[in-house]
């Protein structure tokens, strides 16, 4: 077999003459030429974008089309973002209002990324749990979830812990129907191979199940991390003490559209680092993926 | 670990002398999801000798894969039984490998992983799964591959990881399900001779499961014909051509191979017939 894989590999080894080479890399540089120049068109296309909404809001509203006192200007968007990390806000820097948002949001994302993992596959994997709870988890899901925030802070006060709480609802339902899916699709082949060769329940889950799944687990993260924040956010502006949240609503009780708008920008800015954290994780974690795959999915 | 041979490898339960297969009266039934019954076999006997190649050969669709899953104690019979070793099947089987036409590999798992898999299940340490894991690859012409994962390896090159996984924790008995349908033809015919040989050295009893004749007849000692809906064992024949087989394309000019070829096929012409125009008429 060995003589095998050795005479058709040098068959399939193009002749190199200096010829040959010499074409090689010239094709090459021709190729990463043409790579240089479309990279080039793409970042002029996205300032070009970022120009004209940036520019023509400010514009608008500097010409008195539209009215910066609702809609705010990008230019007092810059002087609020100044003024928050120079002079901080009412209720301390931004720094520690950011920092409490984050926690909320991260504690909210453990949590219900947690709890939709495990019991995901738990109903995933057993038939009679997911016909029992498959109705009540679907009228779960239709309520809208954003309204419990109230009964949150009306029980647990206007500390951390309803903040918390509100992310994780709204997390653990992302990547319980991600995680439950997941367990659903593995290859049952693969199943039946290691159970014949002994494997139990929960060798079962650990070889197959769950490995399996994380490809679907991972994509919900990446949604997963946006509600986590919402509901932190949304739990701050109906009552806190801290928070981003709570500086957005008092700007709306002030009239400040420019201050509602650098808090976004703020709140953006986290996501996006989380996000680039998530995609490390996802990449260590899928190694084993087929590049083109892992590759597109880069590409948006 | 590696070093020791078949006979005296102790590490999986099942491990020791091949065991024959006994199938009596076996017939299962599905739930269809209108609540209706399906019987996929009725009344499937059969032997499969201790040590012997078996071969299974049928239409689409007459229940061969479904007398495997008995066999292996994935699924029970509805009515008979089947005994392994002398011993009625309940449960998982121990000692038993199962070999898919699609290569059921752990896509996240490298190649050494995979194979280690089935060492790992009966509880032998990493150290010295590790170990017989590198010896099997080494065995199937792999060495040098084991960080590799699968969607890297072209299509026989994974088949042979199958192989190495499949049988590395020495098996009394290997299932193979078309384990090479899947593949072009010169690599077929080259898994071909690397199972017999293989094969030969571990001596496991096996049930192989195929369309191609040529296949069943190169291989085994014995290809059972199965009949299509309901799924039954129609005739059986004893392959006595001398073993070690050598290169299974070689085989396929001796005289003695067409002429049993021949008869075979004389027997399995008509039921492929039957199942043409049966899914011709039922798709007309």
Known sequence: MSTMTSTSRTTTTPATGSAAQERETELQVAGRRARARRTAWVWTGRVGVAILVIGGWQWFTSAGWVDKFFYGQPSGIWDSLVRLFTQGTAFGTIWENLWITVQEAFLGFIAGTIAGVVIGILFGSNRYLASVFGPYIKIVNSIPRIVLGSIFIVAFGLGVLPKVLLAAVLVFFVVFFNAFQGVREVDQNLIANVRVLGASPFQVARHVTIPSAMTWIIASLHTAFGFAIIGALVAEVLGAQHGIGLIISQAQGNFDPNTVFACMVIVAVVTLIAEYLITLLEKALLKWRPPSRAESAQAL | ?284
């Not at chain 2, 192989?208 to 000692?221: G, K």
């Open chain 2, 1 to 284: 670990m590696g070093d020791q041979q078949p006979h005296t490898m102790t590490g999986s339960p099942g491990a020791d002398q091949p065991a024959g297969i006994e199938i009596v009266g076996l017939t299962k039934r599905f739930l269809t999801p209108k609540g209706e019954t399906f019987t996929a076999i009725h009344d499937v006997t059969l032997t499969v000798e201790p040590g012997q190649f078996c071969a299974i050969v049928g239409p689409t669709g007459c229940g061969k894969s479904t007398t495997l899953a008995q066999v292996s104690g994935l699924e029970r019979p509805s009515a008979g039984s089947v005994s392994v070793g002398g011993r009625i099947v309940e449960g998982i089987t121990s000692g038993v490998s199962y070999m898919f036409q699609a290569d059921s590999l752990f896509p996240w798992k490298t190649v050494l992983g995979n194979v280690m898999i089935g060492p790992v299940l009966v509880g032998t340490p990493k150290k010295a799964a590790e170990k017989l894991a590198l010896d099997w690859l080494r065995r199937v012409g792999l060495a040098g591959f084991e960080d590799r994962y699968p969607h890297q390896l072209s299509g026989g090159m994974r088949k042979r990881v199958a192989m190495a996984a499949a049988l590395i924790n020495n098996p009394r008995i290997l299932l193979m399900d078309e384990p090479f349908g899947a593949l072009d033809v010169q690599t077929k015919a080259i898994m071909q001779t690397e199972l017999l040989g293989l094969w030969e050295e571990l001596r496991p009893s096996v049930l192989f499961i195929t369309h191609d004749l040529d296949e069943a007849v190169a291989l085994s000692d014995r290809v059972v014909i199965m009949t299509s809906s309901p799924g039954t064992v129609k005739d059986v024949f004893d392959v006595d051509l001398p073993r070690p087989r050598g290169d299974v394309q070689e085989i396929r000019h001796e005289e003695r191979f067409l002429e049993i070829q021949g008869r075979i096929w004389e027997s399995l012409r008509d039921e492929v017939t039957r199942a043409y125009q049966q899914t011709a008429g039922a798709a007309a």
